[in-house]
């Protein structure tokens, strides 16, 4: 007798031993370029230079510049033997000091100088009558200049009563380099004892003589010296820088701050109008 073979059993699809389905290949997704970047707008044309060239503003040199160019050689238009100041503003006629009188003869150089830190005033008065020391001379014209700085770590000492002020050391050591202090037999240059004026004349001369020559301006020579003057004094007096005097000179004077400010505002306004000259 024949024997059958039984059918395959029929597996349904989520039991064990059910043929798996193959898997269907699917094809790599074609890749989308990217899109290409925006064209750059055309640069704008070049502006057409003018035919004429022009000239930088030049601006006038501060004080500092010009004390210590040391040198400059160029030709003051002007202002050799004139002894003229340049025309200023008038100052306020009230004095923002408690000590000084409204319309004081030497308010403006006053205010000019406590606002320049020259001379500051102290709690709303400047003190107009008040002594000035060599050291306290000596320190103006520091901040007059500017304040250059003198590292006094590595400066040699050359004057032994410095004293314990770092700022009035600076401008004790700066002024000696500068040939405008010396000291005495023992190197002392005595800062704490009252500025005569033919002292303050000294230093300031020494100061500002040499740069204005460098930049041409000069007024008294050597042999040209007023009314018997000591050669500082009667530089000072031409240059504009102190009244003209009629040899009338008390060198041996103290000088105030009063003094002071305005010595050294006429000497801000020479200094001005020789840059101008130049500029």
Known sequence: MALRRPA????????????????V???????????????????????ELPSTPQT????????????????????????????????RTPGPA???FSDVADGDAALEAMIWADDAGILPASGGAFSPDAAVTRGGTAAALHRFAGTPAVPLEDVPVLIVDLGEDAAQASALLWLHGRGALWGDAELKVHPEDPA???????MLAALLRPALAGIGAVWASEAEVDGGLPLDVAWLSRAGMVPQLEGDWDGEAGVTRAE????????????????????
């Open 8 to 23: 395959a059993p029929r597996l349904r699809p989520d039991r064990p031993g059910a043929p798996v389905a193959p898997a």
């Open 25 to 47: 290949a699917v094809p790599p997704a074609t890749p989308v370029p990217a899109p290409a970047p925006a064209a750059a707008p055309p640069a704008p044309p070049a502006p």
């Open 56 to 87: 930088a503003t030049r601006r006038p040199l501060p004080r500092r510049t010009l004390l210590l160019a040391g040198g400059a050689a160029a030709a003051v238009a002007g202002i050799a033997g004139a002894g003229v100041l340049a025309a």
């Open 94 to 96: 009230t004095s923002p």
């Open 196 to 202: 005569t004026r033919s002292c303050a004349a000294e």
């Open 260 to 279: 002071l400010a305005t010595v050294l505002h006429r000497a801000d306004g020479v200094i001005a109008a020789a840059l101008e000259s130049i500029a």
